[in-house]
């Protein structure tokens, strides 16, 4: 097992995903399938189609949860979803780094036919379901996901996308629409199917660690704020509240994760940074144990953005070095006699006690005074049962562009750096900083895009929370999932010459 954290950690540069989504408008290159006609897309639904549906608006929705997100582990989380006419079921990595939904397709090149995650993996081909549609470059949602002057687009032609992540992975495929079923939530850990027309990217090709076979999923389900995430479309429609909630299990695996408002436990929120790709919050403090760390002025803020990244598709903390090496020397003040120990990149100890009764507790402040407690349990984690190994890294040492960055989280090796946006007329750049999971392990967190606030408890992710049923006012349990015992990309197109482009400081 030697160098598996490390190659784990690489293949998950997933939820870091930095790249653009690509579209374009091009013709049929024989990648998968032939276009011989134009289909009609989904596009938008209107005003008065939706007043028509209003009986049945805005349910609760359960995504049963697998997978674990321990650094020494694969590293990742994924739902089950169903998708088609007869419904086919389909394992997708959980992601609110990135926006996208896509699936493997039939015919797919270079796909994993296997996964090590102990699920099986399916291939989803429109030709099998009775309600898949493939999506043109002239229809609405190809217009709105990728701009309105797609030059060489005209009926018929589909359109085409390519989303590359920061590890050099990258899938590549077109845009269908098909009947996405889900579990909407009807009583106490009870559901009923329920059936929505969404487009999704449909993969022909995968590249880089996304063939790889030791962490392979379906696809993946992306939870960002664009138009075009299955949140997004699902709450256009009505469908649901554009509310959604995870609480991560590092200990059994799984968790829960549901669409909706919880009613239990209560969260404390923070706003979010307004007109930012990612959901950023602006942290303002820290404190090990009972001593608040003196840092340097304005080290908080991200170039001209200020904000902290919360996405659940990474595990370790990467701080800059003017915070983490205080970090660690107040961690680690107590206990003089400590042996260091580098192992796979981490930085190790042996201890055999109870690290909670050594270690002190990290507290992270964030506006409207809502701290984050982080527990030793929380950011050092077992390794091979001989070490202890931090979750703490110095992003000074490990990337040069992302010295002054602060990344909580670490399913991979990566920072969010800079966000370039290119064209004739224009230039804009924008610097983001930290991104998590470890810290957020064991805690319910609540996304509410309508109020632009995230919140977070400490809860027992192997238990149940309350969600509320908007159709009717109630409120009904909704208990963990750990389907896995069963067994951040923001949306960019382009048109030729304007080409948006996504920097990633690896860390290396």
Not at 105 to 123: E, M, N, T, V, Y
Not at 274 to 300: C, E, T, W
Request: hydrophobic fraction near 35%; glycine fraction near 8%.
């Amino acid at each position: 097992m030697a160098g598996a954290p490390r190659d784990a950690i690489a293949r998950q540069l997933l939820p870091l995903l930095i790249s653009a989504l690509l579209c374009s408008s091009m013709a049929d290159n024989g990648a998968i399938f032939h276009v011989r006609r134009r289909f009609p897309g989904i596009g938008l639904p209107s005003r008065g189609h939706e007043s028509l549906r209003r009986a049945r608006l805005l349910s609760a929705v359960d995504l049963p949860l697998g997978g674990l997100g321990l650094p020494s582990s694969a590293g990742l989380y994924f739902a089950q979803i169903a998708i088609g006419s007869p419904p086919k079921n389909y394992f997708v990595q959980i992601d609110t780094g990135s926006d996208l939904l896509w699936v493997n397709c039939a015919h797919c090149r270079r796909c994993p036919s296997k996964s090590d995650l102990g699920i099986r993996l399916s291939f989803y081909d429109p030709r099998s379901s009775n309600t898949a549609r493939l999506v043109a470059c002239d229809e609405e949602f190809c217009s709105v996901t990728c701009g309105n002057d797609l030059q060489g687009c005209s009926a018929g032609v589909l359109c085409d996308y390519t989303v590359t992540y920061g590890d050099g992975s990258a899938t590549s495929g077109y845009f269908v629409s098909d009947h996405l079923l889900y579990d909407q939530v009807s009583g106490n850990n009870r559901t009923r199917q329920a059936i929505a027309n969404i487009t999704f990217g449909c993969s022909g090709q995968l590249s880089g660690s996304l063939r790889s076979s030791d962490s392979a999923v379906d696809g993946i389900l992306g939870f960002g704020q664009s138009n075009s995430s299955m949140l997004s479309q699902l709450a256009s429609r009505r469908k649901v509240r554009k509310i959604f909630s995870h609480c991560l299990d590092t200990v059994k695996g799984g968790g829960i994760f549901t669409i909706g408002q919880v009613v239990q436990p209560a969260v404390n929120t923070t706003p979010l940074v307004p007109n930012q790709p990612h959901y950023n919050v602006n942290m303002k403090a820290i404190k090990v144990g009972d001593r608040v760390l003196q840092l340097p002025s304005g080290i908080f803020d991200a170039g001209d953005k200020k904000g902290t990244v919360i996405d659940s598709g990474t595990t370790l903390a990467y701080l800059p070095d003017a915070a983490y090496k205080p970090l660690m020397a107040t961690i680690t003040s107590a206990q003089p006699n400590l042996t260091f120990q580098t192992v796979e990149d981490f930085l190790c100890i042996r201890h055999a006690k109870s690290v909670d009764n050594v270690f002190p507790v990290v507290t992270l402040f964030f506006e409207n005074q809502l701290p984050l407690r982080v527990y030793p349990h929380d950011y050092l984690f077992s390794y091979n049962d001989n070490y202890m190994c931090f979750g703490w890294q110095n992003s000074g040492v490990q990337s040069k562009d992302g010295k002054d960055l602060f990344l909580l989280g670490g399913k991979s090796k990566g920072i969010f750096c800079h966000f370039s946006y290119h064209s004739q007329e224009k230039s804009t750049t924008q610097k983001c900083s930290l991104s998590s999971d470890l810290v957020l392990s064991n805690k319910l967190v609540v996304y509410d895009l309508e109020k632009q606030t995230i919140g977070w408890a400490e809860h027992n992710c192997s238990s149940s929370i309350r969600v509320r049923d908007d159709q009717t006012g109630q409120t009904y349990t909704v208990t963990a999932h750990d389907i896995s015992s069963m067994g951040t990309a923001l949306t960019f197109c382009s048109s030729m010459g304007l080409v948006p482009v996504l920097l990633l400081a690896l860390l290396v």
